[in-house]
């Protein structure tokens, strides 16, 4: 974040317009303080009149433009509006919560929460795009010391891909040369863009972002937090001038909620393994399409895990759900009735060198899965769980990015990525040890066949 942006939501006073629109506002102006919070969402309180203070049928706005003494502003995404009521001739306050700023923005430029394009830098993950933005030439001089060093600044060629709704998803590199000649920097993140044509609401352009950042989460094992962005609307302006936003859902780190270890580190898999800028326009159609299935498998790195019960029974009616989908659609590997080892089965060699034997991994998750739902005596063992809840999720996982790519390659690479390792032999030991706190899928009995 910039310094004059960090000044204008560190605390502003300012005027401020509800529903502006090309200028326009549906009501009055009034005086306000706007600052951040510790969770990244950005709070407006200000004085309500008499009247205004006792009015019932509040309705959220779309959207609040400010002009602060630290700058202009539009809020947008709001979460929450709450009133004080005072008596004895004390102001009445009202408190916006909001998820979004769009810094920088004029009035004129505003058509309510309306854009047709919103950009978001991620850094840090050049390696996983498969992007160069920045190379490094040393020399040295016949003693080995340092003698010169240059870098090379220059765009990689962009891609881009058609979504739903008119939409276009890209992806491209990004820079920015920062300080003077003594402390220089260069910020060369990974840039993802989603845009339109005709303008959208702002939601509308930023849930595609959202979720190909749930693929980075997936790729580096921990909430990956944007660092700055652009929002663009239907003007004829240079992007040096385009607004900057914030938007806490997709840059501040949720309390609660892991991040990567190392961003320098390998990730998981790489976006040429699931199929480059199409595979992640349909892991977006993906998402739209089984929501709920996107949720089981992304929500640890949004909100944090649950526990271990409501995570693994989460996972496994995931994955129930996400195979009789395939049933429905009429797919032959899904026609087997006990969901999860039709799945393990699809899912191929990798899942079986993973765990072991598929029948015998499909016993213990399904009957521990219905003993969990159903018998009020049995007392799992919350490792045991955990493990079968990874391992579950991890299979699940492997799945959707194989059909999103269109290959089985990144189930292949997910599953053998050595940070699932020690995972896997925890699961085969808990299938080999007969003291384990788990329980077998239950056979049927067959019908004795009567005498002659």
């Not at 989603?194 to 595609?208: G, N, V």
């Not at 840059?251 to 976006?271: C, E, I, R, W």
């Not at 998402?287 to 929500?299: G, K």
């Not at 089985?408 to 007969?434: A, Q, T, Y």
């Amino acid at each position: 974040m910039e310094d004059k942006d960090e000044s204008l939501l560190g605390g502003s006073l300012g005027y401020f317009w509800e529903d502006v629109r090309s200028g326009k506002s549906s009501n009055g102006k009034v005086s306000g303080f706007l600052k951040s919070l510790n969770d990244g969402n950005v709070q407006l309180d200000y004085f309500l009149d008499l009247d205004s203070a006792w009015r019932d049928g509040y309705v959220l706005p779309k959207c609040i433009y400010g002009a602060t003494v630290n700058g202009r502003v539009l809020l947008l995404d709001f979460i929450q509006s709450r009133v004080t009521r005072r008596t004895n001739e004390l102001p009445s306050v009202r408190t916006q919560v909001a998820g979004t700023a769009i810094l920088g923005a004029t009035p004129e430029h505003v058509k309510r929460d309306a854009a047709i394009s919103v950009s978001v830098f991620f850094p840090g993950v050049t390696h996983w795009a498969g992007l160069q933005t920045v190379s490094e030439e040393s020399q040295s001089d016949d003693e080995g010391r340092g003698k010169s060093v240059s870098l090379h600044v220059e765009g990689a060629p962009r891609q881009e891909c058609r979504l739903s709704q008119g939409r276009t998803i890209s992806i491209a590199s990004h820079w920015k040369l920062g300080g003077d000649v003594d402390d220089g920097s260069i910020f060369a993140p990974v840039s993802l863009e989603c845009s339109t044509r005709r303008a959208q609401a702002f939601r509308d352009l930023l849930d595609p972002l959202m979720q190909v950042q749930d693929i980075l989460n997936f790729a580096y094992a921990g909430f990956v937090p944007a660092r700055g962005g652009r929002v663009r609307f239907a003007t004829n302006e240079s992007p040096l001038v385009h607004p900057r936003v914030w938007c806490a859902r997709i840059m501040q780190v949720p309390d609660g909620v892991t991040t990567p270890k190392s961003m320098t580190a390998t990730p998981m898999f790489s976006l040429a393994h699931i199929g480059g800028i199409r595979g992640l326009a349909r892991w977006a159609k993906y998402c739209d399409q089984v929501p709920r299935v996107h949720r089981a498998i992304s929500l640890g790195y949004r909100i944090g895990m649950a526990n271990v019960e409501a995570r693994f029974l989460e996972v496994a009616s995931a994955i129930e759900y996400w195979v009789a989908l395939q049933d429905q659609a009429g797919l032959k590997w899904a026609q087997e009735k006990r969901r999860p080892l039709a799945l393990a089965r699809h899912v191929g060699r990798e899942f079986t060198e993973w765990i072991g034997d598929p029948q015998d991994w499909d016993s213990v998750f399904a009957g521990t899965y219905n003993a969990v739902k159903h018998d009020p005596k049995f007392s799992p063992d919350p490792y045991a769980l955990n493990y079968l809840a990874g391992s579950g999720w991890l299979l699940l996982l492997s799945d959707v990015l194989n059909r999103i790519s269109g290959t089985k390659l990144p189930g292949k690479v997910v599953i053998g990525n050595h940070r699932n390792s020690d995972l896997g032999r925890k699961v085969c030991e808990l299938l080999s040890d007969p003291s384990s706190s788990v329980k077998r899928r239950e056979e049927p009995r067959r019908k004795r066949r009567g005498r002659a």
